[in-house]
Nanobody, 131 residues
Framework: EVQLVESGGGLVQAGGSLRLSCAASGFTVDEQGTGIGWFRQAPGQEREAVSCISNNDAELYYADSVKGRFTISSNTAENTVYLQMDSLKPEDTAVYYC??????????????????????WGKGTLVTVSS
């Protein structure tokens, strides 16, 4: 059974950092043909793709709103995908989700709904950035 479990969210002041984890089971994060995305959704707003990583693509993808501040990475030994978030801003406040699917990152970065063509979603972790 495939599961994705996010953790690492919390309350942080503007300018601070958090590292989110997406622990995967039932598949490997470096599996060929899969893309893993980080998404976020603030109250009353559409779900937004934040970042994506895929074994099929050497490039890492970021939304313009987080480029230069967030870094996505994967650890195959831990079977976990991370999202390092630095220089956090109040507008980064949202529930953050990870999802996996047989999609290229170019597709994943355009997803705004669920399931959006992704096979599995985690339940999310809340990030709150105070000003």
């Amino acid at each position: 059974e495939v599961q994705l479990v996010e953790s690492g969210g919390g309350l942080v002041q503007a300018g601070g950092s958090l590292r989110l984890s997406c622990a995967a089971s039932g598949f490997t994060v470096d599996e060929q043909g899969t893309g893993i995305g980080w998404f976020r959704q603030a109250p009353g707003q559409e779900r937004e793709a934040v970042s994506c990583i895929s074994n099929n693509d050497a490039e890492l993808y970021y939304a313009d709103s987080v480029k230069g501040r967030f870094t996505i990475s994967s650890n195959t030994a831990e079977n976990t995908v991370y999202l390092q978030m630095d220089s956090l801003k109040p507008e980064d406040t949202a529930v953050y989700y990870c999802a996996v699917g047989p999609r290229p990152c170019q597709y994943i970065m355009a997803i705004t709904t669920t399931p959006g063509g992704m096979d599995y979603w985690g339940k999310g972790t809340l990030v709150t950035v105070s000003s």
